[in-house]
């Protein structure tokens, strides 16, 4: 969530230039204002907030401007291109797909969606066994929300379809997805009440310091939800905003409540699946394999796709023709997203995501230890952070300081998006899963440097 939009004026900023690194030019770049300004003039301010740059190429763990700059890309867009950019796999399953001259399918069927959907059907634990495809992470949110309700339905009748799900959440940005998050304001923007949609808080041990389970259980009771009127609990595997896994035993009993509850359990690993937290998917972390798992970003290394995987009796739930979408495996797409499972579990990258965590994690500690209280929190799995701004001996965000550590780290050389999360505050560091020690260390020593002249 941005908070605010980037100045238009170019701003000398001192050249850099490391193997990894190139900023020639003022940023933004002066030629660059006048493509900025048309943007700003067609598009909602909405669209705004990032830094402004212009993308033009990427390579593995790099991005290019057209200007001759070049940063470390520490953001994978928005932890999208597992693979880097331009995986030359990739590029040539897309290529080739496109040059059979079929870029659009609806459902009828083609070998690159039989291909796809048997790939990621033999990666996932049983009893998850039904694979369908969706565009975006946001959709296949829907699609979850959707066949928890119908579940509740049957197995329960019309009282049992109260979603719980975790304040600070985020799943998307369309209407169930946005009643789903925890954010309020997302929510207030939609107006009225929405009592089915229910958020308990998310065992971070630090916004909610208690992270025991009984938590769950007592603000349901406090909110006056019926345990047996749940038809679903949605967590996303990680909480984006924070970087932050549930503790084991946590996610062991939330999958014994649902259970007992007949409630559907789903985890959304539209930013954690295939590789980003060190292991394929994020709930291999807890042990546990939920009802549903949701899928996006990094499942298709850029093209626009996304998954609903679940078991049998859940994802059968309607019959033929009565759960589609226009753009369901587009063949482009499915091709892209076919060659990135297929890059990620061949290069290592999941292993090379866990080798990383370390060198991540170390630099959060020292940032944290030079911040004086203003990193609040530097948390982290595999291949993302999140380091949190934050008034010194509290929790109460610091926007601020997060965008001009940003500010700084992309004039430096180092790709960052926007402040996310609680108030806009918290930086992520998410690289593509490609990227080599020394590009991390690189980049990370930037970030370490950026907060001390911004603490400064
Ligand atoms: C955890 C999570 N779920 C869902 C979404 C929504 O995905 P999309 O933007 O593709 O609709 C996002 C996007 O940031 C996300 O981080």
Known sequence: MATKEFPLVPRDVGRVETQHRRIFTKIPVPESIPILEQMRAAEPQSMGGQPPIIWDSGEGALIRDPYGNQWIDFSSGVLVTACGHSHPRIVKAIQEMAGKHLYHAY?????????????????????????????????????????????????????????????????????????????????QWLGGQYPDFVQVPYPDGFRCPDTSFEVFAQTLAEKGIDPNCVCGVLSETYQGCNAKLMPREYAKSLRQWCNEHKAVFIFDEVQAGFGRTGTLFGFEHYGVVPDIAVFGKGISGGMPLSAVVGTEELMNQYGPGEMTSTHSANPICAAAALANIETILEEGLVDNARRLEPVLLESGQRIMNLSGGRVGRADGVGLVMALQFVEPGTTKPDPETAWNVVRMCVERGVMLFAPVGVGGSAIKINPPLVINEEQLREGLAVVEEAVRDALA
């Open 107 to 187: 459902c009828f069927p083609t070998e690159i969606r039989a291909h796809l959907v048997a790939k990621i059907k033999s990666l996932v634990p049983e009893p998850l066994s039904k694979v369908f495809l969706l565009t975006t992470g946001s959709e296949a949110i829907e699609c979850a929300i959707k066949l928890a309700r119908t579940w509740g339905l049957r197995v329960g009748g019309p009282r049992k379809k109260v979603l719980v799900s975790f304040e600070n959440a985020f799943h998307g940005r369309t209407m169930g997805a946005q009643l789903a998050g925890g954010t309020p304001t997302l929510k």
